[in-house]
């Protein structure tokens, strides 16, 4: 895969994380957007979902060089959990998602990005 290619899918995440924030901050909060059953959680939940099936489509051994590698397997985890609806989804555990991981995410693909950019 060329590095635009990359690039242009790094950039796809942050936008989504990007829209994440965005929604938190019109909600006053991630407690107040997943209690929003009609647009705001539906909205989160579908830009996890592009997430997850995005950085699932990085090269393998370029994530794991930038310690992605655990949280691809996880962002596509919760992707397949959202998209099936096994067992119902935890908000509780989208919470934790939301606001532990994906900013943690977020700065490891602006790493990456970065890199690419220097190196390309």
Do not use: C, W
């Not at 936008?15 to 407690?31: A, Q």
């Not at 590698?69 to 919470?95: C, M, P, Q, T």
């Amino acid at each position: 895969m060329s590095n635009s290619a990359i690039e242009a899918q790094i950039a796809y995440i942050q936008k989504k994380i990007s829209y994440i924030e965005t929604i938190l901050k019109r909600h006053n909060g991630t407690k107040n957007a997943l209690a929003d059953e009609v647009e705001a959680r539906a909205a989160i939940m579908m830009s996890l979902m592009q997430i997850g099936e995005t950085i699932n489509k990085i090269d393998a051994g370029l994530l794991e060089q930038f310690d992605l590698l655990r949280d691809a397997k996880g962002a596509y985890s919760v992707r397949n959990f959202i998209a099936h609806d096994y067992e119902g989804v935890d908000v509780a555990l989208i919470a934790e998602i939301i606001n532990d991981n994906v900013p943690q995410l977020g700065r490891k693909l602006q790493n990456l990005k970065e890199y690419i950019s220097s190196n390309g």
